[in-house]
């Protein structure tokens, strides 16, 4: 019975690594299948169409389903917000993203986005969400990670160095190396593929920062996601007919195209967002982000023998200076939420007894997160006093009362 229980206990333990690393597999095909469609000629603007239309219909049965009774009123502020939001996600992200990875690489992409909580914590210093003290040791973490995480960013962006060559590589340089190239255009492609990147990581951390905002006002996270797809995917045909003069681009059939949007609006913006949730819900954001470098480490394997991807020094040497930032950045996220679930717990109020006018007794007890979760299930209205206590009503004799209050 207890080896059941310890490998019941061991299984549940290790749902949330199993989670992300599977989502990371997931991510990394999306860099592959998604190459091999741009190098075929499919247009990212139609990409970023098809993708958020396949993402809109695979999260919209949920989001009506699940949350009908829990749906926040339409304001036009809120409007207004997702409007911007589609525009930073779907559009400006999602093009930059996809033209950076057409200029560059599947690995490269992987590991310039790996910038995001850099990028995102210095938008929130900006916007004053967060505050920088630069005496505490965790916003000197955040801070120098930071710094490292850019400058791997600006290395990779600069500086190529030479082809580092595998031992499963080897074969498939020489055979390319008969075909004649231009390094001239090749740098200047790669330069712009990065700035197109570093772009698309900039737009996605702003979209961070309005959607941590947003999600107060609309506290229905599948409506809202769903809502951005949408909304992005009118947006991204809008850019589309702007761009792309040729209705033949529009064109999509049963091939790798299909796959390609498919692939990315089912996989990555509807499984990917419900897997992340529930693991963010259990283990924080900090868990969930821990994660990300593992998908370059999978599409520079995947990639190099499916693409037969070039892999350069300054790239490698980029990257491992991102990852070190990263984890510096997330470290000191990790400790500043420490700190602020520690600060709340002191909070806490001590249990206190007093008389109602009814002749009540009236404790009060604090309120545990199992009891918080419950109360939110059960739709109750929970004010900021309820979420620290709550109140138990005990009715007793006159004389009983007496005697407490003599004792």
């Known amino acids: 019975m207890e080896a059941q229980s310890s490998c019941t206990q ?65 304001t036009f502020c809120v409007f207004l917000q997702i409007f911007v939001l589609a525009l930073l996600g779907p559009v400006i992200d999602q093009n930059f993203y996809y033209a950076g990875l057409k200029y560059t690489s599947p690995t490269f992409s992987c590991a310039m986005s790996n910038m995001l909580p850099a990028m995102t914590f210095v ?31 600006m290395l990779m962006t600069l500086y190529k160095g030479p082809i580092v060559d595998f031992f499963w590589t080897k074969h498939m340089h020489v055979q390319q190396a008969s075909a004649p190239a231009s390094p001239s255009t090749a740098d200047k492609d790669w330069f712009k593929g990065s700035i197109f990147l570093i772009i698309a990581t900039l737009a ?35 850019v589309t007919f ?67 991807e070039k892999i350069y020094l300054g790239g490698i040497v ?17 400790k500043e939420n420490k700190e602020k679930k520690e600060r709340e717990a002191m909070e806490l109020p001590v249990a206190v007894k007093s008389l109602e006018g009814n ?14 979760e419950k109360a939110r299930a059960n739709n109750r209205m929970i004010t900021s006093i309820d979420k620290a206590v709550i109140a138990l009503s005990v009715p007793m004799k006159e004389n009983q009362m007496k005697d407490k209050e003599e004792s």
């Not at 958020?52 to 339409?74: C, D, G, Q, W, Y």
């Not at 529009?250 to 692939?263: K, P, V």
């Not at 990917?272 to 394997?301: D, E, K, N, T």
Request: hydrophobic share 55%.
């Open 123 to 153: 938008m929130a210093v900006m916007f004053r969400i967060e505050k920088v003290h630069l005496k505490k040791l965790r916003c000197q973490a955040k801070v120098i990670g930071t710094v490292i995480t850019v400058a791997g960013a």
């Open 204 to 238: 996605w951390a702003s979209l961070f920062i309005l959607q941590s905002v947003t999600i107060r006002m609309y506290d229905a996270p599948l409506t809202l996601t769903t809502l951005i797809c949408f909304v992005g995917t009118l947006q991204a045909i809008v």
């Open 242 to 308: 702007i761009t792309e003069h040729k209705m033949s681009v529009w064109q999509i059939g049963w091939d790798m195209n299909l796959l390609a949007a498919a692939y990315a609006g089912i996989v990555t913006s509807s499984i990917a967002y419900y897997v992340q949730g529930l693991v963010m819900q259990s283990r924080g954001p900090v868990f969930a982000s821990a994660f990300s470098p593992l998908m370059m480490i999978i599409v520079a394997i995947l990639g190099s023998f499916i693409l037969a």
């Open 359 to 372: 002749g009540e007794l009236m404790e009060i007890v604090e309120l545990d997160e199992v009891q918080l």
């Open 318 to 334: 980029g990257s491992i200076l991102i990852v070190f930032g990263l984890y510096a950045v997330l470290w000191g996220k990790y």
């Open 10 to 74: 061991f299984l549940q333990n290790i749902k949330p690594y199993v989670a992300m690393i599977s989502l990371q597999f997931g991510y990394a095909g999306m860099n592959i299948i998604t190459k091999v469609s741009l190098n075929r000629g499919m247009s990212h603007y139609v990409l970023v169409v098809y993708r958020h239309a396949f993402a809109t219909l695979s999260i919209a049965p949920f989001a009506l389903i699940l949350e009908r009774n829990v749906r926040p009123k339409m």
